[in-house]
């Protein structure tokens, strides 16, 4: 078979591609079609760990000196590697919404960023140091063959392929060096919406510019115009559809309401604090929001639980009256403890933690709250810790990625509903973490409370039992979790996907979404 693709562009960032991509994928998939997504690349520190195609796991730390393109039969799709693999998490949602296997392919390229001019390079799912070393415009030519034959090996097994593109297509100081918009499209004769943000203003003014910007065989393949985020009266519109339809040919097919509580988590795990708790709030939680905060899309579950109302801490100010802090995840941990501390963030968890108040650190949070980062090998810094955990990390040359099962020990005080509780989650991490000797001689020890089946700590709790550090995500997407710290249970993802589906199905204009895969 060789698949129909449907392409979503966007006229910015956070026009809406990644939650209308996620919304085709359940809805071609509810009409009995075999659907992928597919994202050539994607610049994000939300990742997820997914099985990589055997063959392929031998390319992917980059080609062979002088070779160009994946060895023959990359990407079988009966035959899988154990090594893990990290992709984006809007294509791991997105590849779940479809009913699929989530896997390599579907987003073969994601740039982690560590700071503002220097991104960690995940090639068909593995680090690749060469290519994190080289340009930006050096890069894509290097990489186009190994995203296309990926590409190309999804629609070999498909039936439609739902493909997001990046940001802009029209972005015009990029476009000789396009490796995930419009040289995307052109490969896979894709048929393209092209979706903007109306909350932003300027809505028409940005469809219309970019369909202007872009060359006549790119603009010909965009068969129609998605105005996200509509709050009013839809009829008020017009005439302004019409007017743009006269002036390109391209007729507005959907006009979204704007759905502030969809369930599916944004594309950089992004939330915001005007989608407030469902009924009256019980637990406040704080996330702390360092620049290079990483895999926020786990927390969206707390969203869902009722009287749980989830917030960002930036400053001191934001952790008053917050009833659990969260560190998350950080692609750059010393850089954001140093952060952490400029801020003063780091008095404020210290005496909250004083108090009793609940502390929680996934993976880099785990980190800051031991004793001490050392960096042997410069993959992220040495640093003091926050000195919550008696830990020290040591950060090695090799990561972990892998999917992981693991069950919680005795848990005491603030977490102790956790106790017994078997958790399947994922890992991505370069650092080690154990018992500080010292402090352990001295008979001052952090509890192993998570272990592995193989008897490897991935969690740790003070003696007060207020302070928790895990290497393990997914604690909140696990239901017995959710069961045992609220006696509530969030919503499935099925059910966020059947949703989305159903809202898109009502919404676009009739015939529109058969008609892309015709």
Not at 193 to 201: H, P, Q, S
Not at 208 to 233: C, H, M, S
Not at 487 to 492: C, I, K, L, Y
Not at 495 to 500: C, E, K, T
Request: proline fraction near 6%.
């Amino acid at each position: 078979m060789t698949a129909r693709c449907v392409m979503v562009l966007g006229t910015t960032s956070g026009a809406g591609k990644s939650w209308l991509t996620t919304a085709l994928c359940r809805w071609y998939a509810r009409q009995g079609l075999k659907v992928a997504p597919f994202k050539a690349q994607n610049m994000s520190n939300n990742a997820r760990v997914v099985a990589t195609p055997v063959v392929a796991s031998g390319f992917a730390a980059g080609p062979p000196q002088g070779e160009t393109r994946p060895p023959r039969g990359a990407g079988s799709p009966t035959q899988w590697a154990t090594v893990g693999a990290e992709i984006g998490s809007a294509q791991y949602f997105q590849a779940l919404a479809a009913n699929a296997l989530p896997e390599v392919r579907m987003n073969p390229l994601l740039l982690k960023p560590e700071r503002d001019t220097h991104s960690q390079v995940v090639l068909m799912g593995q680090v690749d140091a060469e290519l994190s070393r080289m340009p930006w415009r050096g890069r894509s030519e290097r990489v186009w063959p190994v995203l296309a034959q990926a590409l190309d090996g999804l629609r070999a097994e498909n039936d439609v392929v739902v493909i997001e593109g990046a940001g802009s297509p029209a972005e015009i100081n990029l476009h000789a060096s396009d490796i995930v918009n419009m040289r995307v499209a052109l490969h896979a004769q894709a048929r393209c919406l092209l979706v903007t943000d109306i909350d932003r203003g300027g809505a028409f003014a940005h469809l219309y510019g970019t369909w202007a910007l872009l060359p006549e065989p790119e603009r010909a393949l965009i068969q129609g115009f998605v105005l996200n985020k509509f709050r009013g009266d839809a009829a008020l519109l017009a005439p302004a559809p019409q007017m743009l339809q006269d002036l390109t040919g391209i007729p507005t097919v959907a006009t979204l309401p704007m759905w502030w509580q969809h369930g599916l988590p944004e594309e950089d795990g992004v939330f915001d604090d005007r989608a407030r708790a469902t009924g009256a709030v019980t637990t406040t939680i704080a996330v702390v929001a360092y620049p290079r905060i990483s895999n926020l899309d786990e927390f969206q579950p707390l969203k869902n639980v009722p009287g749980v109302r989830l917030v960002w801490a930036r400053t001191p100010a934001d952790c008053a009256g917050a009833d659990w802090l969260i560190l998350p995840g950080s692609k750059h941990t010393s850089g954001d403890l140093a952060w952490l501390r400029a801020q003063g963030l780091d008095r404020a968890i210290a005496a909250h933690a004083a108090r009793g108040g609940a502390v929680l650190g996934v993976c880099g949070g785990l980190q800051m709250l031991g004793e001490a980062l050392i960096d042997p090998h410069g993959i992220d810094g040495n640093a003091p810790g926050l000195g919550l955990l008696s830990l020290v990390t040591v950060f090695e040359a090799d990561k972990t990625v892998q999917r992981t099962q693991a069950r919680f020990g005795l848990l005491a005080g603030a977490w102790a509903a956790l106790s017994g509780v078997a958790l399947s989650g994922y890992e991505i991490h370069h650092g080690q973490t154990a018992q500080h000797p010292a402090m352990a001689a001295a008979g001052d020890l952090a509890q192993a409370v998570l272990l592995e089946g193989g008897g490897q700590a991935l969690g740790w709790q003070n003696a007060a039992g207020n302070v928790l550090g895990l290497y393990l995500h997914g604690l909140f997407e696990d239901p017995a979790a959710l069961r045992a710290l609220f006696g509530a249970a969030a919503p499935t993802l099925d059910s966020v996907f059947d949703g989305l589906a159903d809202y898109i199905g009502a919404h676009f204009a009739p015939g529109v979404l058969e008609a892309l895969v015709q």
